[in-house]
């Protein structure tokens, strides 16, 4: 699985629903993009995932306006 923004392979399972496991939401560790599986391909598909939003690691470290990214809690 890629994180639809970023497109990066570092995804990681966050949370599922508590009950019936009708969804599961995913998280980017590069980006910290998170999405719920149940959402649509505009959201969930890297090709699909709107342009003007996608994010490039490359470029990161040049972006100021990207919040440090948190410590993840296990
Ligand atoms: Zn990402």
Redesign the pocket.
């Given at each position: 699985m890629k994180?639809p923004?970023?497109e990066?392979e570092k995804v990681n399972l966050l949370t599922k629903a508590p009950v019936d496991d009708a969804w599961e939401v995913y998280i980017?560790e590069?980006?910290t993009?998170s999405w719920r599986n149940t959402e649509g391909p505009n959201i969930t598909d890297p090709e699909k995932y709107d342009k003007r939003f996608k994010?490039n690691p490359a470029e990161f470290k040049e972006l100021d306006q990207i919040p440090p990214i948190p410590e993840l809690k296990k």
């Open positions: 994180c923004r970023c990066s980017c590069t980006c993009l994010l």
